[in-house]
């Protein structure tokens, strides 16, 4: 006597199995679109915050704004006092705002590089390094101007984990080199903006303490000039 029960034919169990396989292959990649979304939107929030805290400390500081990266002068040194995350032990490094969740590495400690270009006049095309800060009202577009943009990555981008470490030094961008379209990987006048970080760009907080994300093709020389 049979129980009535029919088991699952092979060709049954491979067509489920099938089914199940083709939804994996749709919603893997939706998931992952999703989580870079999200880290996108955290990386944007991250700067808007600093530049929450960048406003403050120029209103307390004569409309003065730091423009080097490294030792006690760094804009990531200074600026603690003003953000709404408070450091521990005055330590920058626990300072979450201050990391791109999207960073491949997560021991890099500083994901944001600084202005620090400085030019002859309007012509140079070229400049030059500055490390010393500078009073807002020199800039004359300031809704035009990059202050902070997402760090590259890469074997010529070494990690920082400290601020003694000898490459908070090269945090900075002050060389065409520099740029995302650039394709130098020289250690100190290579590619250090993220060509890439955010789908085909970087998130980049501006002068005016405004937050945008721009393409790598559209980021230009004239958007690091204070004097336009």
């Known amino acids: 006597m049979t129980s009535g029960r029919q088991a699952f034919t092979l060709i049954e169990l491979l067509v489920v199995i099938a089914i199940i396989a083709l939804l994996m292959g749709i919603l893997i990649p939706v998931l992952h679109k ?17 530049g929450l805290g960048a406003n403050l400390y120029a209103e307390d500081w004569d409309q003065m704004v730091p423009r080097g990266s490294a030792g006690e002068a760094a804009w990531y040194m200074l ?28 021991e890099q ?34 809704t035009e101007t990059l202050y902070l943009v997402d760090n590259e990555n890469g074997t010529w981008r070494r990690i920082v984990k ?48 405004h937050v945008e994300w721009l393409a790598a093709d559209d980021m230009t020389v004239d958007m690091w000039r204070f004097e336009k």
Not at 82 to 90: E, G, I, S
Not at 115 to 135: A, C, Y
Not at 162 to 189: C, F, I, K, M
């Open 79 to 106: 600026f603690m006092p003003f953000l709404a995350q408070k450091p521990v032990n005055n330590d920058y490094r626990t300072v979450e705002i201050y990391r791109c969740p999207s960073y491949p590495d997560r």
């Open 162 to 209: 400290a601020a003694t470490d000898p490459d908070v030094y090269r945090l900075d961008v002050w060389h065409p080199g520099h740029l995302p379209t650039s394709e130098s990987q020289d250690v100190t006048n290579g590619r250090r903006v993220a060509r890439a970080r955010h789908k085909n760009g970087c998130n980049t907080l501006w002068l005016d303490w």
């Open 34 to 50: 999703a989580r870079e979304q999200g880290k996108d939107v955290i990386c944007r929030s991250n700067l808007r915050q600093v």
């Open 109 to 142: 400690t500083v994901c944001f590089v600084v202005n620090g270009w400085d030019f002859k006049n309007r012509s140079d095309r070229t400049g030059s390094e500055i490390r010393t800060p500078t009073r807002l009202s020199k800039c004359t577009r300031r």
